[in-house]
């Protein structure tokens, strides 16, 4: 039982380099989300999809880019880290049938050094 | 500005007692509301949630309330065992049922 699996689940990185987490979900969920979690900020919702070829902004979407080009998979992009993009990141998906749980990823912790 | 507030960051309660979260929302058109358990290293896990036709969802030792004049939540345990030590977070969701966006977390101790 897979579920949600992010890649990578830790990385280290220099200002102004860029990278890419991935999540992939198995249970063929429609709605992606990606979260960061910092300190005393709780969830923050960055960008969320409803479907595949769907992207849309969340609460804090600026320096992050998202594709959704499978419906299992929606990737995170970070095109030029800046240290305040140090977080833990989170993916969820759930079914578009009303109102319902996300199921969560173990989370990707990021350092931007 | 945050749309849901959770304004305890910490809880500590004896086990066997009682532990009651709090979260306030700000946004009217909220629907739907949820609660989300999270262990370290772990990601979060859906708890309970309740619809706003409601005022009392009940699951086990978990209880949520909804006051919506007030705008206002509440998570119910009882009794608390240590195994409740986590960090709840509190989530809302409009009727177009995209956008799922949470507090800022309430840390919980059970002290045996």
């Known amino acids: 039982n897979a579920g949600v699996t992010q890649t990578p689940k830790f990385r280290v990185l220099k200002t102004g380099q860029s990278m890419t987490l991935l999540c992939a979900q198995d249970?063929?969920?429609?709605?992606m989300y990606w979260y960061r979690q910092d300190p005393g900020m709780g969830l923050r919702l960055i960008h969320y999809?409803?479907?595949?070829?769907?992207?849309a902004k969340g609460e804090v979407p600026d320096g992050y880019n998202v594709s959704r080009l499978k419906k299992q998979n929606f990737l995170l992009g970070l095109e030029s880290a800046a240290p305040s993009q140090t977080s833990v990141y989170f993916c969820?998906?759930?079914?578009?049938?009303?109102?319902?749980?996300?199921?969560f990823g173990e989370g990707s912790r990021l350092t931007v050094l | 500005d945050q749309q849901v507030k959770q304004n305890s960051p910490s809880l500590s309660v004896q086990e066997g007692r009682i532990s009651i979260l709090n979260c306030d929302y700000t946004?009217?058109?909220?629907?739907?509301f949820l609660w989300y358990k999270k262990y370290p290293a772990e990601g979060p896990t859906f708890l309970i949630s309740?619809?706003?036709?409601?005022d009392k969802n009940e699951d086990g030792r978990f209880t949520v309330f909804l006051n919506k004049s007030a705008k206002h939540l509440s998570l119910h345990i009882v009794p608390s065992q240590p195994g409740d030590s986590a960090v709840y977070f509190c989530?809302?969701?409009?009727?177009?049922?995209?956008?799922?966006?949470f507090g800022p977390g309430t840390s919980l101790s059970v002290i045996p």
């Open positions: 249970m063929n969920h429609e709605y």
């Open positions: 969820a998906s759930r079914n578009p049938s009303g109102p319902g749980e996300l199921f």
């Open positions: 989530a809302a969701e409009g009727t177009s049922y995209d956008k799922v966006i």
């Open positions: 946004n009217s058109m909220f629907d739907y």
């Open positions: 309740i619809s706003s036709i409601k």
């Open positions: 999809s409803v479907g595949e070829g769907t992207t």
